[in-house]
């Protein structure tokens, strides 16, 4: 069965109807919330603005996004929602990615689409409307480097979930370049996880 993203995407708009009072959102076995995408950025990249420009904030926030992302998907995995709706689609080792990119757009993180996928090796995904390079063309004018740091740490959090061994000792495993990016004036962001050095 191929993968089918439009349900994939249907089940987690449909459930993310479903709100504690607090506003939580119970679903796919995680805890969600709503954040506006103008306050993600200005808590990132305001961080990064304050404590200077040597990468450090960078190198931060980038794991800040693989560790989210890993566990985040990881509880996905384990859902029943998973087992139920993904699960029958799931042929092969490789379509977990697929369905993982599939529920990341149903949650807002951007319309990525897996470019290229060599098992264990290589994954190349593509955004051309990564809320971060917009917000940060919006704030700032433009970048001399890639700026969608939550998305290239979950590049690489998809690798280690699905090739970098058991949970929870699989993390950064991977590790993810953002080769293009929208906030340096290139038509999309690129992001190519590969096995990270050691
Ligand atoms: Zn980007």
Avoid at 55 to 61: I, P
Avoid at 109 to 114: E, F, K, P
Wanted: aromatic share 12%.
């Amino acid at each position: 069965m191929a993968i089918d993203t439009d349900k994939i995407v249907h089940a987690v708009m449909h459930g993310s109807r479903i709100r504690e009072e607090k506003g939580i959102i119970p679903l796919f076995g995680v805890y969600l919330s709503m954040i506006p995408v103008q306050y993600y950025n200005r808590i990132s990249f305001g961080f990064e603005k304050k404590t200077g420009s040597d990468g450090s904030a960078e190198k931060l926030l980038v794991a800040a996004g693989q560790e989210c992302g890993y566990a985040t998907f990881h509880g996905v995995r384990s859902s029943w929602e998973w087992a139920e709706v993904v699960e029958p689609m799931i042929e092969q080792v490789e379509d977990q990615i697929h369905c993982f990119i599939s529920i990341a757009i149903a949650f807002g993180w951007g319309d990525l689409v897996v470019q290229e996928l060599i098992p264990g090796e290589k994954l190349v995904v593509h955004a051309k409307s990564s809320y971060e390079a917009k917000g940060y063309l919006d704030a700032y004018g433009g970048a001399d480097t890639g700026k969608c740091y939550m998305l290239r740490g979950v590049a690489a959090a998809f690798m280690d979930l699905v090739y970098g061994g058991d949970y929870p000792d699989g993390c950064f495993q991977y590790a993810a370049e953002e080769t293009h990016c929208q906030a340096k004036g290139d038509p999309y962001c690129e992001f190519v996880a590969r096995k990270a050095a050691r």
